[in-house]
Every structure is written in structure tokens, then in C-alpha cells.
């Protein structure tokens, strides 16, 4: 039996629909954001959107709109999931905390009932008496708004209409009065209806108009009872007999998709277009005699062009947040003057969204160990390539080859609030190097020690600098560069260890350790005490905020291993903490996150123990060991955006930082690092400067966040990518949109594949032979697809080349590999020649490139019939799935592609894994089948299907006998191949043993990991890690687990989804329940990792409920109670997985 483990490594980021209102308080402006199963608060603020809170739904949202209901002060939020849980939420502000109150809930589902095709419509009455949801076709579901009402219940009306393209409340009505555009066998027509909740039924409505524009496709209702059709290529008015239309010929060119309203009394709105324009139109109002006001006319202006909008919200102050699913959403500025270019529109943001992710590759470019995802993100003008990589990266701005570096410091000398100097240490002797601009020169300190080595420099009070060398603390003036004062130890030693804040110092001389205090121009010794063992590293770090004095001293002790913590100035011991083991401690370190104290001590062998730290008392509590490298570890604080974080150096260097009042170990982009320190010089602000064996660098960091993700932009849909290691380039299958006119096509913008450095195309002039000519007939003005393979340089992302296919030919595939005993790497590429009377591809080709010296050159082609949907190197041989059939292609000696043999079973085999000599085969609706290649026969056969209909999106080959797909319901399921069964008939059923609901749509999944794997570090027994792309821009990680630990998490699941109240009381077991149209069953063999994870949020008294008699195995096999630490240290190792 399979048990799989998924969890979310980076959360969907695509928009589904914002929302702005008085959500938190009646003062807040609040912008909500939904991306699939995930809503996030916002306050407009002056300085822009500061995140609030962000809220996980147990569904796909579908319907998020705010209201307020009479006589409230601030709005409640109407959501409704797309497994018809409606819910009423409140916002209840206490202190910082936010709480979600559920007012009202219920299932709104019918028992029977066609689901629209135009989806999910929610509205709700502008006068907040009714909520109005489209959900089935040919009815209309009411739920009345009662105050009282904690049940959310609803009734059902009868629409004549069946096919409904959009409704709307219509504004100042007695009664709540709907408008609705439907389509008939004669075009479409608006009707309006109100609704009577005595009788429960419709009345007629106050007018209607048949036979309006043939694609209208958007309902606006305005304040004055009046509405707006918007079509293909007009706008029209409609309240009753006042009827307006406007035509702009500038709409035609695309179809408007989304419209945001920006004046509270209805005369400007914003629409935006699927090119990604934005238009404003202006209500022309007047006002009659006796007061009514009418709309006089309608204009409509082009503002300039946003990203592809999903939808449009106006914030204030003419700033509006333009939200996308196909590419980064955007905080723009609506100015009042157009820029050089006639744009009014003005970028003041940028939210990074991944989705859709069509495919994408894991790749480890940097032979770190560690994976990168290159993914094929958004779509049509927003398309780019993403490159996503667990850490941190250090951007190098300049580097000096310099050896035997043993420490390095930073130094204002003079009167600057710039650094000007580097502190650089080594065996015997201390150099200075000065700063200019961006040169660097050396130079020397008069007071300073140059023939020693440096254990610690440094600024400290009264403009005064402090050198510690192994003879003496040196005081030097920071003017006039002269000597002020030096202390020696009493004992006559040699200094040791060393550590320093801006007025106080502490040393060691083996066991001895010494307390010194800064003053201006003098040193004093405040304090002296014998410990029993050597000093191995000390620290005194000022833990109070805005304090610069410390009093509290810790040290890291030989011998015995231990870290104590000791009060200044007299040494009296707090606490001691041995440590255990072998390895003496190299660092130590006490610092604040986040309001919360904490001692990090790190020891020879590169482990990391960190406790909290109680100021007061001086008690370490909540002991915790990580691994970050092997060497000796070296910890030093620095400040990114106005928080402290902690540089691990080491072999693996590492960054550590708070987030949600955890401890998060980023690892950065750097093979090793010895020594660091923060720099901030006028030629290199906000840096850090680096120093390993052979060189020191000076670099930025980026913005401190789990994953890193870098942008290249391509201007064109990216569609499959592959990685050729021997030529160190990506090759990229992307499709542009040309537009037809008297001579050809035109593309319609620069894009990737038209400014590529070479070019080449495939000629259409020897068209398959047998077709007839009406196929490339494209009308003036069409838009036509054109696929390209673009080659990409792995270091730079530039497009080095760009094939071009033939017209009408549409690639569907790609693969680098290497075939039969041909030494070449080839980028091969299936494709389907398309016509729109063919109901499938009956043609297509598969084509061999190499890629060499700059240059693309065509090796192979082979004529298909039917498109060549997947692609994979199997055996040396090429293995391809064209329409319903499985074919095997050897590699021939004279470079031709010659048929072996095929396997056909199959609706459409739109995918292929592959393992040793078996095959997967995902179908477009018969679920997955399972072939066999026997080599000496030299045939495939078909040895286990799965005989469940699922609608095939993505498959994978978890092991020998465990089998994963993805199908179009959103959900994930797992099945088996029972070898040991005594049937034939058993054996040729693939068992399913796993069911899950992801609620995400898989697009691919790739074996693969994000994180470094550290052998025998963890405690959680995971097993391999498949990694999946969604199209919402979620990036998922699927892991297995064994049975025992799978009935621990799965007990441990259960008494969280009681412990843990989910926002509209969904019940957990309910949302990840496998749901199709069909039926809904329990979920089987998956643990929900994001609700396991959620336990780190949890306050301490949570914790504890959920631990309440939990057995766990102790190491000599024996039960115990397990307690909240043996949970958290659990957790924490799962989350280190992605």
C-alpha cells in the first residue's frame, strides 16, 4: 500500500477576484485578494498594500463579494467555494490579533442540476435583502438575508432562460430586481425579472430588450437603475426606453473581460481587455427637472496597457490594483497627463505570479546539490520563463583575489555616516583597505596594530575605533587616527577570544575572562573571572531594543561542552547548558527576533543548537539542533529592510531569520564563505562583504524569502521546456500570435522568437502531401498561432536561436536526448499540423535539432499521422504517444527515425512516463494504463489498466509499483500494480489505493527536489519527492511515507481538523474528499501536509490539546506520551522537505 505525504511549497498565486470595502474597520480601506483557496487581506495605506492576514479556504473560491448589511458600520464578506459551501464572514479586530467570525454558513448544493457552463455567478442585491446565485442551468438560487439566520437556506426559482451569459442586480428597486443576458437559437436578448420572496417565484421585470448586440457577454448594473451591455464591439445603455450605444473602433481588436467601478455614483468605469488594455468609460450625466438624473451619453478613452487583467479594483487616489491569473498582477497609477508615449497608466508594483505553469524542468545548474525549477509561466504577452531556487542569492558586485583572509570588519574613519574602510585579518598582520566610490585601495590606520592579527575591529562611542589583537585592546581616535589608550590582560597572556558591542568588551586568555568597559579615551577593567575550563567563544549582544549595553555575557566552554550564561560585570553564573558530544562550540550568539530572545550556539562540525533566551533569568529553553554545513561555523548578524538577520558561515552558508515567529534556515547562493560582515559604503550601499580561502567579495543580498524566483520575460506563451546539459541550453517550445493581413502575417508585438540573435523556419512549401489548399487560408486580420523552438543560453537566458515550424503547425512536444549509439545530444520535437475542419490532427512531424557553436541545424524529420503529444527517450529509443496510439522509433545508423512497433488501446495517449522497460500511459479520459516493452520480441504490451474514467492532466511513476495521476476534477490518486495476485484478471486491474482532493489543477509533475538533502540528518522517514506545477502558480512537493508513520500523521490530522476551526466550518475531511461530477469519496492514502504544518502556527495551549494522548516510539521501542517539543521537532524537520 502507497502513502504519500503533499504538501504546498509555494502557494497558488494567480488571481481569481479582488474585492476593496471596510472589511477589518470602519476606517480601514481594506483590497482582497482571492488566489484560488487562499484570500489575503490588505490595508491601503499611503505607502502602498501592507499585507494583514491571509486566510487558507477549505474550497476554490468562486463568489467573493463584500456588503454591508443595514446599519452596520463596517462591511461582511459573502463567500461562496466551488463545492457550493456559502459562508457570511466578519472580521473582529482584537489588539493586533484578526479573527475570522463565521456569521452564517451552509451548503447550497442541489441534489440534482446541470452545472452551467459559464460557471458560478454570485450577486448580491445593492439594498443587501437577497444574495442571488446562478449555479445550474435553468435556475435561479435565492438566499433571503435574515438577520438572525446562522444557517445559510436557500430556494430555488424556474428560468425559462437556459443558457445564461451574465446577471445583475439592478440598482434602486422596490423589489430585488435581476437583469440577465441569455442566448437562444436567435441571438441574445436581456431580460429583467423581480423577484417575489412571499411566492418565491419571478414577476416580470420592468422591461426588456430582445436581440442585443450577438456577443454581449458583461452585465453592469449602474446606481440608477439603469444597466450596461458589453459586447464584442459596442457598449449600449439600457433603462427601459432610454437606450445609448457607442462603438469604439479600438474594442473590436480584443474582447473586454473585466470591469472595475471608480466613481461611487456610477459615471467612470474601468474595463479591461484580454490584450491587456485598459479603457475608462465615462457616463455622461444630467439631471432633469424633477430630479431624476438620466445618462446622456457614453465615451470610452484608452488609458494605456496593464498586464492581462482577471480582474480590475480601484483602490483611491487614482491608484488601482489590475489583478491577473496569466501573469504578475499589478498596483498601477492613473495619472492625469499621458508619459511620452500616450500611456496614462503608470506600474507602481509588481506581484510575481507563476501561473499557469504549463511545464517545467528541474535542473541543479550550479552542481550544488540542490535543484532549480525553470518553469514555462503566463501566457500570450505575459509569458516568461521562472527560475525558482530554495535560498537566498547574493548579487557579486566586486571581488578581490586575497588569501588567508581570517576576519573582515567594517569601519567609518573620519566624519561619514558611510563605511569608508575594510578591516581585513590575517595570520600576523591586520590590513586596511579604503573605499572610494567603487575602488578599492589599501591604505593604513596610524594607531593601529599592523603586525598582529586582528581578533575584532570596530566603531565604538565618542567617535572612537577599537582594535583587538592578541597582546591588547587598542583604543584609536576615529579623526586623528592616533592611539587614546590600550589594555593589556593582567595575567600577561595571550588574548584568545574576543567580543565586542559599541561600549563594552569581553576577553579571554584561556580560562580567564575579562570585562572591559569603553569611555572616551580610556579603557577601564570592570570585571575578572576564572571559569573552569578554556573559552572557546563568547558574545555580548545587547538585547534590549534601543539599548547599546549589554548585561548579560554567554560563552562557549572546551572540554565540557557547554554554553553558560553570565551576568555582567561581576560574572555571576545565570545558566549553564552542556551540550553534549564530542565538537566544541566555534559561535556563539544571542540576538532578538521578532520581540522573542534568542541564544544560537554553533559548534565545529557544523551543527547549530538555538534555544530561547529569557532575558531576566538568563534560562535557555525549547532546545533545538540543526545541521547547516560540515565545517566550523562562524555566526554574524546583519540588517536587510529594517530586521536583523544572522549569516551562518560556513561550508554551506546560511541565512536565519524569523518568520511567523519561527526560526527559518535559508541557504545561499554561494559554494562557501568563511567570514562575513554587513557594509554599507556610498559605491556599495546596503552590501555585505564575503571572504572564503582565495578571495573576498562584496555583494547585495535579495529580499530575505523562502524561495527565489527570477523573471525572464519572452513576450509569447512558453509551452514545454528541456535541459541539454552538453550544450548548456534550455530549449523552449513557445507560440506567438501573428495577425493576418494582404501579405502574409505580422507578428503582434517583439516577443522572444522574433528577436532571437539567429533565426531559422521550417518552409511550408512542401506541405504534406495529399492536403488541400483551404487549409492556410487565414481572413484578413486573424489572429494566427506561430510555435517556435527557441534555444536558450543557460547562464544568461538570451535566446540564442529561434526556429520557426511551418503555418498551422502546432508543437505539442519536446525532449533532449541522446538515441541509439549516436554520440549527439538532439532536441527532438513533436508536432501536429492543425485545421479547424479536422476534428483531430491527422498529420504531424517529429523533428531532430543540434545544437552546436551557436547554431541550430535540422537533422531528422519523420511524417506522423496524428500530433505527437508526449515524447521520452526510452532505451536509446524514441518513444512518442501519437493521437491514440503508443509508438517505439529506433535511431537508425543512416540518422532516420524507423518504426518498431506501436501499441494501440487508447482514446487519446496524451502522456507518457517511463521506468526501466515499462511505460505509463495517461489517457484524455480512460485514466492510466500500464505497457510493457519486451525486448525480444520487440513488442508493447498492455500489462494493467486503471478501469475508473478519469480525465487525464498529468501521471508519474512514483516506483516499480506505484502509479500517481492527476485528473481534471483537481484531485491526485494513486494506484497499484499487484504483481502477487492469483487472477490474470486481478493483475491486468490496476488497485487504487490513494484519493485525494488538491482543489489545484496539475498541469505537470517532475521527480525532483527544491531543498539540499542532507543524509541521515532527519528523523522523518520521507522517501523520494516528486514536485508538481499547477496553473494557478502552485508549486507542490509529493513525498512517501511508510504505514506506521502514516498512521501517526493521519491520527495526528484528525485530532487537528477537531483542534483547528476552519473558516466557514468546512469540514476538513469534506474538502479533501475525492469529488468529481459523478461522486464524492472519503480521501484514502495521502496526508494533508499543509494542515500537519499548520501545528507550528498553533498557540502553546493548542499545541498541547492536539498532543493530548499521542503515543510515539522511543528509541528503545517502547510507547511514550509524546510531547509538544517531540511535535514540534517533527514538524519542523517535514517543513525542511520543500
Known amino acids: 500500500m502507497a502513502y504519500s505525504y503533499v504538501v504546498t511549497a509555494h502557494k497558488p498565486t494567480a488571481v481569481n477576484a479582488c474585492v476593496t470595502g471596510n472589511f477589518t474597520s470602519p476606517d480601514d480601506l481594506n483590497l482582497i485578494i482571492a488566489r484560488n483557496t487562499r484570500m489575503e487581506i490588505y490595508v491601503v495605506t499611503p505607502e502602498g498594500l501592507r499585507p494583514v492576514k491571509e486566510i487558507g479556504i477549505y474550497g476554490r473560491i468562486a463568489v467573493m463579494e463584500l456588503f454591508r448589511p443595514p446599519g452596520e458600520a463596517k462591511d461582511v464578506m459573502f463567500l461562496l467555494t466551488a463545492r457550493y459551501n456559502a459562508m457570511i464572514l466578519e472580521c473582529q479586530q482584537d489588539g493586533e490579533n484578526l479573527e475570522m467570525i463565521t456569521r452564517a454558513h451552509g451548503n447550497v448544493q442541489d441534489r440534482i442540476g446541470r452545472p452551467s457552463d459559464t460557471g458560478i455567478i454570485g450577486i448580491i442585491d445593492p439594498q443587501c435583502r437577497v444574495i442571488g446565485l446562478r449555479l445550474y442551468d435553468g435556475l435561479f438560487k435565492v438566499i433571503p438575508l435574515d438577520r438572525e439566520n446562522k444557517e445559510l437556506k436557500a430556494f430555488n426559482i424556474r428560468l425559462e432562460e437556459l443558457q445564461v451569459i451574465d446577471v445583475q442586480f439592478l440598482h434602486g428597486c422596490q423589489t430585488p430586481t435581476i437583469i440577465l443576458v441569455h442566448q437562444d437559437p436567435h441571438g441574445r436578448h436581456v431580460k429583467t425579472y423581480e423577484i417575489s420572496l412571499r411566492d418565491k417565484e419571478f414577476q416580470r421585470g420592468p422591461w426588456k430588450q430582445d436581440n442585443v448586440e450577438t456577443e454581449a457577454c458583461m452585465v453592469i448594473a449602474d446606481p440608477f437603475g439603469g444597466a450596461l451591455i458589453i459586447g464584442q464591439e459596442s457598449i449600449t445603455y439600457h433603462k427601459g426606453e432610454n437606450y445609448l450605444a457607442v462603438a469604439p473602433p479600438l474594442m473590436k481588436q480584443s474582447t473586454i473581460t473585466c470591469y472595475g467601478k471608480v466613481d461611487s455614483n456610477g459615471s467612470r468605469y474601468l474595463l479591461g481587455d484580454m490584450a491587456g488594455r485598459l479603457f475608462m468609460l465615462l457616463l455622461e450625466q444630467e439631471e432633469k427637472m424633477d430630479g431624476r438624473i438620466t445618462v446622456k451619453d457614453l465615451k470610452v478613452e484608452l488609458l494605456g496597457v496593464t498586464t492581462l487583467a482577471e480582474c480590475i479594483t480601484y483602490l483611491d487616489n487614482g491608484v488601482v490594483y489590475v489583478g491577473s491569473r496569466l501573469g504578475d498582477s499589478q498596483l498601477v497609477k492613473l495619472n492625469v497627463e499621458a508619459d511620452e508615449s500616450g500611456s496614462y497608466v503608470q506600474v507602481m508594483e509588481i506581484f510575481t505570479n507563476l501561473g499557469p505553469i504549463v511545464d517545467m524542468c528541474v535542473v541543479d545548474l550550479e552542481r550544488q546539490g540542490q535543484g532549480q525549477l525553470v518553469t514555462c509561466s503566463g501566457a500570450y504577452k505575459e509569458g516568461t520563463l521562472r527560475i525558482i531556487r530554495n535560498g537566498i542569492g547574493i548579487h557579486e558586485h566586486a571581488s578581490v583575489d586575497l588569501s588567508g583572509i581570517k576576519g573582515i570588519w567594517p569601519l567609518r574613519v573620519g566624519t561619514t555616516e558611510y563605511d569608508n574602510m575594510l578591516v581585513l585579518s590575517f595570520v600576523g598582520q591586520t590590513r586596511v583597505l579604503m573605499l572610494t566610490g567603487e575602488e578599492v585601495e589599501e591604505t593604513e590606520l596610524a594607531g593601529f596594530d599592523g603586525d598582529k592579527q586582528a581578533f575584532y575591529c570596530g566603531n565604538v562611542c565618542h567617535g572612537q575605533i577599537v582594535q583587538v589583537t592578541s597582546a591588547s585592546i587598542r583604543l584609536v581616535s576615529s579623526t586623528t587616527q592616533a592611539l587614546l589608550a590600550e589594555w593589556k590582560p593582567s595575567s600577561g597572556k595571550n588574548i584568545s577570544v574576543v567580543n565586542c558591542n559599541t561600549c563594552q568588551a569581553v576577553c579571554a586568555t584561556g580560562s580567564d575572562v575579562f570585562y572591559v568597559e569603553i569611555y572616551e579615551g580610556e579603557l577601564r577593567q570592570m570585571g575578572k573571572t576564572t571559569l573552569d575550563f578554556e573559552v572557546a567563544c563568547l558574545d555580548i549582544t545587547p538585547l534590549k531594543e534601543g539599548s547599546d549595553q549589554a548585561d548579560i555575557c554567554s560563552a562557549g566552554l572546551w572540554t565540557e561542552i557547554s554554553v553558560r550564561v553570565m551576568k555582567l560585570p561581576d560574572f555571576s553564573m545565570m545558566h549553564r547548558e552542556l551540550l553534549g558530544g564530542e565538537i566544541i562550540p566555534r559561535s556563539v550568539l544571542t540576538t532578538t527576533f521578532e ?201 544568461t537566458f538570451e535566446v540564442v536561436h529561434a526556429h520557426q515550424l511551418m503555418t498551422n503547425e502546432f508543437a505539442t512536444s519536446l525532449i533532449s536526448a541522446r538515441l541509439g549509439e549516436d554520440s549527439n545530444v538532439y532536441y527532438i520535437v513533436g508536432t501536429a499540423l492543425v485545421h479547424p475542419e479536422e476534428s483531430e490532427p491527422k498529420q504531424g512531424r517529429i523533428l531532430l535539432f543540434h545544437y552546436s557553436d551557436g547554431k541550430l541545424s535540422q537533422v531528422a524529420e519523420k511524417e506522423i499521422k496524428g500530433a505527437a503529444y508526449t515524447l521520452v527517450e526510452f532505451n536509446g529509443k524514441l518513444l512518442a504517444s501519437i493521437n491514440s496510439t503508443v509508438r517505439l522509433f529506433e535511431w537508425t545508423s543512416d540518422k532516420e527515425l524507423r518504426l518498431e512497433c506501436s501499441q494501440f488501446n487508447n482514446v487519446i495517449a496524451l502522456y507518457l512516463k517511463t521506468k526501466g522497460d515499462f511505460i505509463l500511459v495517461g489517457d484524455l479520459m480512460r485514466s492510466i494504463s500500464l505497457l510493457l516493452y519486451k525486448q525480444t520480441e520487440g513488442c508493447i504490451e498492455e500489462i494493467a489498466k486503471d478501469f475508473n474514467p478519469n480525465w487525464m492532466a498529468a501521471v508519474e511513476i512514483l516506483d516499480d509499483d506505484t502509479f500517481l495521476g492527476a485528473e481534471n476534477s483537481f484531485n491526485l490518486f494513486t494506484c497499484q500494480k499487484d504483481s502477487a495476485a492469483t487472477t490474470d484478471e486481478e493483475r491486468q486491474r490496476l488497485q487504487d489505493v490513494g484519493l485525494f482532493h488538491l482543489g489545484e489543477f496539475v498541469n505537470v509533475f517532475k521527480h525532483g527536489s527544491l531543498v539540499m538533502q542532507h543524509p541521515g540528518e532527519t528523523s522523518t522517514p520521507t522517501q523520494g519527492s516528486v514536485l508538481f506545477g499547477t496553473v494557478n502558480g502552485a508549486i507542490g512537493l509529493l513525498t512517501q511515507v511508510p504505514q506506521d508513520f502514516y498512521n501517526f500523521l493521519l491520527e495526528i490530522q484528525n485530532k487537528l481538523s477537531k483542534v483547528i476551526k476552519s473558516v466557514g466550518k468546512i469540514e476538513n475531511s469534506f474538502w479533501r474528499s475525492g469529488h468529481t461530477e459523478r461522486k464524492t469519496e472519503p480521501c484514502v492514502g495521502f496526508i494533508d501536509g499543509d494542515l500537519i504544518e499548520s501545528y507550528l502556527d498553533l498557540s502553546r495551549d493548542k499545541m498541547q490539546e492536539v498532543v493530548m494522548g499521542l503515543q510515539i516510539d522511543d528509541s528503545s521501542g517502547m510507547k511514550r506520551e509524546a510531547t509538544v517539543d517531540d511535535l514540534v521537532k517533527m514538524i519542523e524537520e517535514l517543513t525542511r522537505i520543500h
Request: with cysteine; proline share 4%.
Open 595 to 795: 520581540g522573542i530572545q534568542y541564544l544560537l550556539c554553533a559548534l565545529g562540525d557544523g551543527s547549530l543548537f538555538y534555544f530561547n533566551l529569557n532575558s531576566i533569568t538568563g534560562y535557555l529553553t525549547d532546545r533545538k539542533k540543526v545541521t547547516l554545513g560540515t565545517q566550523p561555523t562562524v555566526l554574524r548578524t546583519f540588517r536587510s529592510l529594517s530586521t536583523t538577520n544572522i549569516f551562518a558561515c560556513s561550508d554551506r552558508p546560511t541565512v536565519i531569520y524569523s518568520s511567523n515567529h519561527k526560526l527559518v534556515f535559508s541557504n545561499v547562493n554561494l559554494k562557501e564563505v568563511n567570514y562575513m560582515c554587513p557594509l554599507n559604503s556610498e559605491g556599495y550601499p546596503d552590501s555585505l562583504a564575503l571572504a572564503n580561502d582565495s578571495t573576498m567579495t562584496i555583494g547585495t543580498i535579495d529580499e530575505i524569502q523562502k524561495l527565489h524566483i527570477r523573471t525572464v520575460p519572452l513576450g509569447e506563451s512558453p509551452r514545454r521546456i528541456a535541459y541539454q546539459e552538453s550544450s548548456q541550453t534550455f530549449g523552449v517550445i513557445s507560440m506567438r500570435m501573428d495577425i493576418q493581413d494582404s501579405n502574409g502575417t505580422t507578428p503582434a508585438r517583439p516577443s522572444a522568437s522574433t528577436q532571437a540573435l539567429n533565426t531559422s523556419s521550417s518552409s511550408s512549401t512542401k506541405l504534406l502531401s495529399g492536403t488541400s489548399s483551404s487549409m492556410s487560408e487565414h481572413l484578413y486580420g486573424d489572429e494566427v498561432e506561430v510555435h517556435s523552438l527557441l534555444v536558450l543560453d543557460q547562464h
